[in-house]
């Protein structure tokens, strides 16, 4: 399993924009692909975005698309959430995932960070 840890969720109203970054302490990310996954209260976590470290194009779920940007630094030691023109619907506990592959049924997860888009 991968220690990873999210930051940069918070309150914003609709149609702003949020920034979240996914660090791993100490580790450098050489293969696989890094991602974000989003739970609402009351609902399963859904996959949101993903990022080849090594190659690849990102992936988008529909309903963020042309709005969320996935992006890693050079130093392949950080992942990126821009987020936006957010909505209401975008509320929920945001999560960071590490796998071979993403989307996949079984990521290490980072605990969660809060976004919020008041209305």
């Known amino acids: 399993q991968v220690q990873l840890q999210e930051s940069g969720g918070g309150l914003v109203q609709a149609g702003g924009s949020l920034r979240l970054s996914c660090t791993s302490p100490?580790?450098?990310?050489?293969?696989?692909?890094i991602g974000w996954y989003r739970q609402a209260p009351g609902q399963e976590r859904k996959f949101v975005a993903a990022?080849?470290?090594?190659?690849?194009?990102?992936l988008y779920a529909d309903s963020v698309k042309g709005r969320f940007t996935i992006s890693r630094n050079d130093a392949k030691t950080a992942a990126y959430l821009e987020m936006n023109s957010l909505k209401p619907e975008d509320t929920a506990v945001y999560f960071c995932?590490?796998?071979?592959?993403?989307?996949?049924?079984?990521?290490?997860w980072g605990p969660g960070t809060q976004v919020t888009v008041s209305s």
């Open positions: 995932a590490s796998a071979a592959n993403l989307p996949s049924s079984n990521p290490s």
């Open positions: 100490g580790r450098v990310f050489n293969s696989g692909a």
């Open positions: 990022l080849g470290w090594r190659r690849g194009d990102p």
